[in-house]
């Protein structure tokens, strides 16, 4: 059974299909991320949640209420707002790690 992750935002860079090449399952929510989305999407049984979008920063308290242990993982250029920070696991800037590192790495956890 592979672990599912759930990406949610925009994902120009391919994240969500670098993972599925590590064995992730990959749900995606494109609008809002609001505990019905990510009901629908899976995160009662989710290992990951990746956010690219952080005007949707709510979304990891969301996320974390729904599942504590799924780890929130932000991949986005964008600073990550203070009050989601506690709450975030791992913050990746695209320009900095490139996807097929960052999707090994968070397969090998």
């Known amino acids: 059974m592979s672990e599912t992750a ?4 925009p ?20 609008g809002v991320v609001s505990a019905t989305a990510l ?3 899976g995160i009662d049984d989710a290992s990951l949640f990746v956010l690219t979008n952080m005007d ?14 799924v780890r929130a993982v932000v991949y986005s250029p964008e600073s990550l707002p ?3 920070a506690g709450q975030t696991d791992l913050a ?3 320009a900095l790690l ?8 968070l397969a090998a956890d």
Not at 6 to 9: E, L, P, S
Not at 98 to 105: I, R
């Open 92 to 94: 990746v800037d695209p």
């Open 39 to 41: 009901e629908t999407a």
């Open 11 to 30: 994902d120009p860079d391919g994240l969500g299909d670098a993972l599925a090449s590590e064995g992730f399952s990959i749900a995606r929510i494109d």
């Open 56 to 69: 949707e920063a709510t979304g990891i308290s969301v996320a974390k209420e729904l599942n504590p242990d």
């Open 98 to 105: 490139d996807v097929s590192v960052v999707a090994e790495e």
């Open 82 to 84: 203070d009050f989601a």
């Open 6 to 9: 759930i990406v949610a935002g």
